[in-house]
């Protein structure tokens, strides 16, 4: 049996966030410049979202650029912003003919302002379609996304708009760039590193996690569908016991 067919479509996670890590190590390997890598990444993340799409995932949030992602070397963070562009220009029929609606959440204002344009277009040209979401996390600080909704809470509450009793949760969550997104069921991460780095650390709070060794660029359809597979073989407690699920 192949591995889509041992996917069970009644408990699959509504949201889906992969941490895309591993490119400079695989074109390394391969002797040549972070830049292969990089290109090769952008395969992986079609065949990712193509997966998603196919099996009935609702949201998908890629961590295509961190805050600190800007502190690499210049000459990276430019071929990236423009490989970015590139990749939305191309991948637009793809987004259309699959019915998938892009969205973007981070410091989007701290972008190169061609990224900006090309990313608000294709936002603009299928916010319209309804099977998924896919969320590009760009400029994302899962830390400072935290701080800037207390900050808007706190304007509120000066503004006799909030009170703090008020103050729960939901108040948070609404003040989170995910406002309108379910909380994140699993979490992939790519490369064999087993860590979050700074990543929707709010809403993975009871997200399964599945790291593999595989570096970005190899991760095709088969790796998807076993994280997929893997994820629908644990159990999910929330903090309850075994027995209070039965």
Not at 34 to 58: D, L
Not at 131 to 146: G, P
Request: charge should be positive.
């Amino acid at each position: 049996m192949q591995l889509k067919e041992q996917i069970d479509n009644l408990r699959l996670p509504k949201h889906v966030a992969v941490i895309m890590d591993g490119n400079g190590r695989w074109a390394k390997e391969k002797g040549k410049l972070r830049v292969f890598g990089h290109k090769n990444g952008v395969k992986a993340v079609r065949q990712t979202v193509e997966s998603a799409a196919e099996i009935g995932i609702k949201v998908l949030t890629l961590y295509a650029f961190s805050t600190e992602n800007w502190n690499r070397p210049k000459l990276e963070v430019e071929m990236l912003m423009n490989l970015l562009v590139s990749s939305l220009k191309k991948e637009l029929k793809l987004l259309l003919k699959n019915n998938i609606s892009l969205r973007a959440i981070g410091d989007i204002t701290t972008l190169p302002s061609r990224t900006q344009k090309m990313l608000n277009e294709v936002i603009e040209k299928t916010k319209g379609n309804t099977h998924l979401i896919l969320n590009l996390a760009l400029s994302y600080s899962s830390k400072e996304e935290i701080v800037n909704a207390f900050k808007n809470i706190s304007k509120k509450i000066v503004n006799n708009e909030l009170s703090v009793e008020e103050i729960d949760k939901n108040i948070i969550n609404n003040h989170l760039y995910t406002r309108n997104l379910p909380n994140v069921d699993l979490v992939i991460r790519t490369s064999g590193e087993k860590r979050i780095s700074n990543f929707l650390l709010w809403q993975i709070a009871y997200a399964e996690l599945y790291f593999t060794s595989v570096f970005w660029p190899d991760f095709g359809k088969e790796e998807f569908y076993k994280a997929i597979i893997d994820y629908q073989q644990r159990e999910r407690r929330f903090g309850k016991t075994s027995e209070q699920l039965k």
